[in-house]
């Protein structure tokens, strides 16, 4: 079953100035596989990034949402395998920093969760994201984010991700709106289950954000 969703841009501050990051959904419609892939490598992120902010943010309250980012995201991501390997979907296996795994974990032999096989770049050659391209989020862009925080500190880095939070959540909830109306239920009681959560993060990093 095919979820509809319009083109999402996320846009990330990355420096203290009003330099973007960008990573873009540039599709119509999403697959039940192509949202788990998606939800996935946007799940990966938050707990990479929460760990960033849990350690490097200045401020006390954004290293406490950070840290839940990292708490309500792994649990959310756990899920997600989960319900992947339910309906058989392969989701992203390898990873962009230190063996961390889409449900935050760490591996002790990061290399061997990388799969060359599965996906097919627009080359035809064998990748190893276990993410196909028509999904429009990739590992590499949640390295670019990650790499581009840890370059900032004090301030830059509270604004850039904060802004980054609030960016990626709402992008999150237009996302997991749509999936939460498809007919597939296993989808709908997932989606519909983080959602509300989605939302109280806005809510948080909102206020964090008009500080």
Avoid: C, W
Avoid at 19 to 27: E, G, R
Avoid at 81 to 88: F, T
Wanted: aromatic share 6%.
């Amino acid at each position: 079953m095919a979820i509809a969703i319009s083109a999402i841009s996320l846009n990330y501050p990355v420096k203290a100035e009003a330099y973007l990051f960008s990573i873009v959904y540039q599709q119509d419609s999403l697959t039940n596989a192509q949202f788990l892939q998606q939800a996935a490598i946007a799940g990966m992120k938050e707990v990479l990034t929460g760990k960033l902010a849990a350690d490097k943010a200045s401020d006390k309250k954004i290293k406490a949402f950070g840290q839940m980012m990292v708490d309500d995201h792994s649990k959310a991501n756990e899920e997600l395998r989960a319900l992947a390997k339910l309906k058989k979907i392969d989701l992203p296996m390898s990873s962009p920093e230190g063996g961390q795994r889409p449900d935050g974990r760490v591996d002790s032999a990061p290399e061997n969760l990388r799969d060359t096989s599965r996906t097919k770049n627009t080359a035809g050659e064998a990748g190893n994201t276990g993410l196909s391209k028509k999904t429009g989020a990739e590992e590499s862009t949640v390295t670019d984010a990650i790499e581009k925080l840890k370059a900032l500190n004090g301030t830059a880095f509270d604004k850039a991700y904060v802004d980054m939070m609030v960016a990626d959540h709402q992008n999150a909830i237009a996302l997991f709106e749509k999936a939460s109306m498809t007919s597939d239920q296993a989808i709908k009681a997932y989606a519909s289950k983080y959602l509300p959560i989605l939302k109280k993060h806005l809510k948080q990093v909102n206020a964090l954000a008009t500080k």
